[in-house]
């Protein structure tokens, strides 16, 4: 060891900018890892916090984390009904952009059940949950709303009243949550005029049939509210979530609500399977490769550099062989300085993640067992990096010291 830190410290230069070189590559590995756990963590927050057993969504559909889901929001009651069924919330999900002083604000709207959810179990870091049903809401902190603050959407404002940290969607855009009239309202919100010229096509086309000139009333209900009208009424609300009795039999209850040809119905897990197994596992995928091949770029990197100093050292391995020293020696004095180079490159990215990752704008877990498998993996790759200086040194003939 002795004669490897030795000939590193003559060429120090060229060891600490490989080093860094290394250190670096081995960072973004290391936060790629990370940033799959975290999509993991940000994907299944909102469903594991949530407390439901069951999800209740519209027939054909993966819930309204995958996939546009409408269902009539009387089904809570229906559903209330079923034997086991101990509590039923109606749910909202959907996505919305807009500009807020002067910057783009997209958030992910969440419609709780008001007056049953009013949010408490949802983390606050600050100010408190719901206490009325209309124009409050509660927003991650990387929304940037302040407490305190109204935000128009729609034709209503909103009053900022709690704060959440780290409540952000699969898509990593923010969560806000508020009651679900308040969501739907933000969701179905249409211009004035549209609404005016929409009601006046309904009485133009009911006029020009029989019915609409038999019955003059029918005109003044067409141009009047859609939700008037039960041939126009839509789908309410997302989904509706389902809480059952301590020992109640949850194959039961999903078979009474499996016989409803209306809906479809997700057990907790495999909501959170229909989650992991579109966006993140293409993002495992894309990330995956990537780390595969930064590990391949810093194995070669390594290689070249030992293959380099080998070279340089060629008159010193060379005397080494002429004074008695056995291959075994040169070659564990190149392993060393290679295994030394991974070891503080690996040291480095660890360092330099401590500091960046935090300030990343996706959530980066970094796990033991990551640390504990990229570890393992330097080990080898530095190991392999090694064999082309080996395979010069030994080589070498010892007269080579005497032909310069």
Do not use: C
Not at 93 to 116: A, E, N
């Amino acid at each position: 060891m002795n004669l490897a830190v030795r000939d590193i410290r003559h060429n120090a230069g060229r060891f600490v900018f490989t080093t860094v070189g290394i250190g670096l590559l081995l960072m973004i590995v290391m936060g790629m890892g990370g940033i799959y756990r975290g999509l993991i963590h940000e994907a299944t927050l909102l469903v594991d916090r949530v407390g439901a057993d069951l999800w209740v969504v519209q027939g054909s559909t993966r819930g309204p984390f995958a996939e546009i889901s409408r269902i009539s929001a009387s089904l809570e009651d229906r559903v209330r009904a079923v034997p086991g069924v101990a509590r039923a919330r109606r749910f909202v999900s959907h996505t919305i952009q807009r500009v807020h002083q002067g910057r783009p604000l997209r958030m992910v709207v969440q419609g709780l059940s008001w007056p049953d959810d009013r949010g408490g179990w949802i983390p606050l870091v600050a100010g408190r949950a719901l206490r009325q049903a209309h124009y409050e809401m509660i927003a991650d902190v990387s929304l940037r709303l302040p407490l305190g603050e109204k935000i128009t959407l729609g034709k209503d404002a909103y009053e900022v009243v709690g704060h959440t940290q780290g409540m952000v969607g699969s898509s990593g855009d923010g969560l806000a949550f508020f009651t679900v009239s308040d969501a739907l309202a933000i969701q179905f919100d249409v211009p004035g005029e549209a609404v005016r010229l929409e009601r006046a096509a309904r009485r133009a086309r009911l006029e020009n049939i029989e019915i609409g000139r038999l019955q003059p009333l029918l005109l003044d209900r067409a141009a009047g509210l859609s939700s008037s009208i039960p041939a126009l009424s839509k789908p309410q609300v997302s989904a509706v979530l389902v809480t059952l009795h301590p020992g109640a039999d949850a194959a039961a209850v999903r078979a009474t609500l499996g016989n409803w040809p209306d809906i479809t119905v997700y057990s907790t897990q495999e909501q959170k399977d229909l989650l992991l197994s579109g966006m993140v596992d293409k993002a495992k995928r894309q990330l995956g490769l990537f780390r595969v091949l930064l590990i391949i770029i810093s194995t070669i990197i390594i290689a070249l550099i030992i293959y380099t100093l080998t070279l340089d050292k060629i008159r010193d391995i060379a005397l080494l062989k002429l004074i008695g020293a056995r291959n075994r020696v040169i070659g564990g004095l190149i392993l060393q300085q290679s295994l030394l180079m991974g070891a503080f490159g690996y040291a480095l990215a660890w360092g330099i993640g401590q500091f960046a990752f935090p300030r990343f704008p996706r959530l980066v877990v970094i796990a033991t067992a990551d640390l504990i498998s990229l570890g393992f993996i330097v080990l080898v790759i530095s190991t392999l990096a090694s064999m082309l200086g080996i395979w010069k040194a030994l080589r070498v003939e010892p007269n080579t010291v005497l032909s310069a």
